[in-house]
């Protein structure tokens, strides 16, 4: 046979080759599936098996013969090999050869919310990426927000929910294990820093303010300059909501702990 007869056959193969090759790059092999995301399921030589459909938020799908697989969480090949594994192990294929593809990549998207620089949705691009990394990503947290977030989202087909202390994961070397890896689908929420108030018989202006890590009521004091030289600090009342939501007035340890939407009133002396 000639050079020129083979050359055709030759750029036939090279075609189907690089075709196959780039198929192979476009299929993320460490992208595991999440709900919402829309899969096609082929089965070769079995037409009659091919379905599109979607991932369930329990992580599952019905199939034709084998019913309901739970496949959230897992990779494409490992998705694949659940389903050949339920067509052989229920008799009706012998040898399935099963391929998934994505459609829809819907759960490879984290939203992360609230007093962000740059709130919005982010593409997951990877399955290592934590939340530090997503916060990083949408700019950081803004000097309003809050020193915990909350994550949700699904894990093994159940909701979840996780506060993480985000100053204390990094203050504290044993809690970096609370920078825990995204999944797609899930939401960040940032929520504003918790504040109290004062107002009365104080040096500086009245009005509100942040409270920081581990703030205690006598700090909060010094921050609006303390009381003026018609009070002082037993003259100090605070007005609190208690377990039933009803605001109550206390005389407080200066020591304890200020808590979220303290008001802390300074009355004048009568003497």
């Known amino acids: 046979m000639t050079v020129e007869r083979l050359l055709p056959n030759l750029l036939l193969i090279l075609m189907l080759a690089f075709a196959t090759s780039a198929g192979a790059q476009d299929k993320p092999s460490d992208y595991r599936l999440g709900p919402g995301d829309g899969i096609r399921i082929t ?3 079995n037409a009659d098996l091919t379905l599109e459909t979607r991932v369930s938020e329990s992580g599952t799908i ?3 013969l084998i019913g309901t697989v739970k496949i959230g969480g897992l990779t494409l090949s490992a998705a694949e090999q659940v389903i050949a594994g339920a067509l052989k192990g229920g008799g009706y294929i012998q040898q399935p050869q099963v391929t998934v593809n994505l459609l829809a990549f819907r759960g490879t998207q984290v939203s992360v919310l609230g007093y962000v620089a740059k709130p919005g949705r982010y593409p997951l691009e990877t399955s290592q990426l934590r939340l530090s ?3 990083a990503t949408a700019g950081g947290i803004l000097p309003e927000g809050a020193d915990f977030v909350i994550v949700t989202g699904i894990r093994d087909g159940q909701p979840f929910r996780k506060e993480v202390d985000i100053a204390g994961m990094f203050l504290d070397g044993k809690r970096l294990q609370d920078d825990i890896l995204v999944l797609g689908g899930d939401a960040i929420y940032v929520q504003r820093q918790p504040k109290f ?3 009365g018989e104080v040096k500086s202006a009245a009005g509100f303010f942040r409270i920081e890590r581990n703030m205690t009521i006598r700090q909060a004091l010094a921050l609006s ?9 037993r ?3 605070i007005y ?3 377990a039933s939501g ?8 200066l020591n304890s702990p200020v808590q979220p939407d303290d008001v802390l009133f300074v009355r004048e002396s009568l003497f």
């Not at 009803?246 to 340890?253: G, K, L």
């Open 240 to 242: 609190r909501r208690n």
């Open 62 to 64: 019905t199939y034709p």
């Open 246 to 253: 009803t605001i109550e007035r206390i005389t407080p340890d």
């Open 235 to 237: 003259n100090l009342s």
């Open 133 to 135: 990394d997503m916060l």
């Open 197 to 199: 108030y004062i107002y």
């Open 43 to 45: 089965v070769f030589q």
């Open 225 to 233: 300059g303390g009381p003026t030289s018609k009070a002082s600090e």
